[in-house]
């Protein structure tokens, strides 16, 4: 058994089912692993979410953590930490401020759970400060996204970020063709890692669909997931203005304004749910969608929610964003309303079982155990 111990500046754990969360809840070792939860890289802004998201930021720094709930979330060998840290990363002295802050409690985590020289792997660009603070044996930086092409986000900073992340990386892991592309040609060893899916999960059947459905009429169309810029409404709003007999129901956090969609009587927002709660809410759906514009954003990401669609074994419509594309084989792709409406009522009656068969050969190689089983192979690599 490998004996490396790993260290993880990441987004904060427990919050919600990222890929790395994944991997390492199914990491095939024990190894000991302290998790960082990193502050945001967007600067907040005067609005009610970012005052709440700053609120329950608070918390966890003050509580040094997730609290043991969180930290329980997945595997015992997992503990959290959160160090106090501030936002406004384009002002120097606030960057220094936080590595003075990190280095002082991630140093003393370190020394009560005895770990030293770790694996450190990275998702959050702003780590880049701190890589050679604590004698790390390999820096594994594990490309999930192009933050900088994010809406709000200050891309000169965050390229600058990234390029000094990549130099100091031994070793870059893109989840996407895109961004394998983008870091390839960098010259550092890189690897292409797509990301896996809880197959086991999302496969059941289940005996009675969420609650929340129960005064939604059928037929229904879903998504889940967070709903933000990436998520093209004027498209979503055209589909349900076509399909007044079709209801849409957006199950997730919502992070822009959607007054307009909300104006549709057949357009449900129904709120997040538990994770494991997925399944049941997808089984009372006949249709699962990811209306995602088509940019330079959504270019470069691989939605975690195509393959757990696919697991449902619900017919997926999609617009071309290039992971979908990829995937065409095993769902619908869509670009104007009269195409989605098309596509829509094509799939309405669901897949067919040669189609089934051909999803789940292909989803049980893509499962986050094959995956982990990969990805922890290249961080212990000599």
């Known amino acids: 058994m490998p004996d490396p111990s790993f260290l993880v500046f990441s987004d904060d754990f427990g ?3 990222s890929s790395c969360q994944h991997l390492f809840r199914f990491m095939p070792y024990k190894n000991k692993v302290l998790w960082v939860n990193t502050i945001g890289m967007r600067s907040p802004r005067l609005t009610l979410r970012d005052f709440e998201k700053a609120l329950i930021k608070s918390s966890r720094m003050l509580s040094g953590g997730g609290g043991k709930k969180k930290e329980n979330t997945y595997t015992g060998n997992i503990k959290v930490c959160q160090p106090p840290m501030l936002p406004f990363l384009n002002l120097p002295f606030i960057r220094a401020l936080n590595k003075i802050s990190v280095k002082r409690h991630v140093e003393k985590k370190l020394a009560i759970l005895n770990m030293e020289a770790p694996i450190c792997v990275i998702t959050a660009i702003n780590a880049c400060d701190y890589i050679g603070l604590f004698n790390e044996r390999r820096v594994v930086y594990y490309c999930v996204d192009d933050f900088s092409e994010w809406p709000g986000f200050e891309k ?5 970020m990234e390029e000094d992340l990549v130099g100091k990386a031994d070793v870059l892991v893109a989840t996407s063709d895109e961004l394998y592309r983008r870091l390839s040609t960098t010259g550092k060893e890189i690897h292409l890692l797509t990301h896996g899916v809880e197959y086991e999960l999302f496969k059941k059947k289940m005996d009675q669909e969420h609650p929340l459905l129960t005064n939604i009429p059928k037929p229904r ?3 889940f997931g967070l709903f933000d810029k990436r998520s093209d409404q004027e498209l979503l709003a055209a589909i349900a203005e076509r399909m007044p007999d079709f209801s849409f129901v957006i199950t997730g956090n919502v992070e822009v304004d959607t007054t307009r969609l909300k104006e549709k009587k057949n357009i449900y927002f129904t709120g997040s749910i538990p994770y494991r709660e997925l399944p ?3 089984s009372g759906w006949d249709i ?3 209306p995602y514009k088509i940019n330079k954003l959504t270019d470069a990401i691989q939605p975690l929610k195509l393959k ?3 697991s449902t074994g619900i017919p997926v419509v999609s617009t071309p964003i290039k992971e979908s594309v990829k995937l065409d084989t095993y ?10 409406e098309e596509k829509i009522k094509e799939n309405i009656k669901g897949t067919s079982v040669n189609q089934k068969n051909k999803i789940l050969s292909f989803l049980e190689k893509e499962t986050w155990n094959n995956k982990a089983e990969v990805f922890f192979t290249i961080c212990l690599k000599d």
């Open 221 to 223: 169309i879903g998504y």
């Open 308 to 310: 757990e669609y696919l």
């Open 156 to 160: 000169k900073l965050l390229t600058s």
């Open 15 to 17: 919050e919600h089912p």
């Open 331 to 340: 769902l619908s792709i869509a670009k104007t309303p009269q195409e989605w």
């Open 280 to 282: 049941a809410m997808a």
């Open 288 to 290: 699962c969608i990811l």
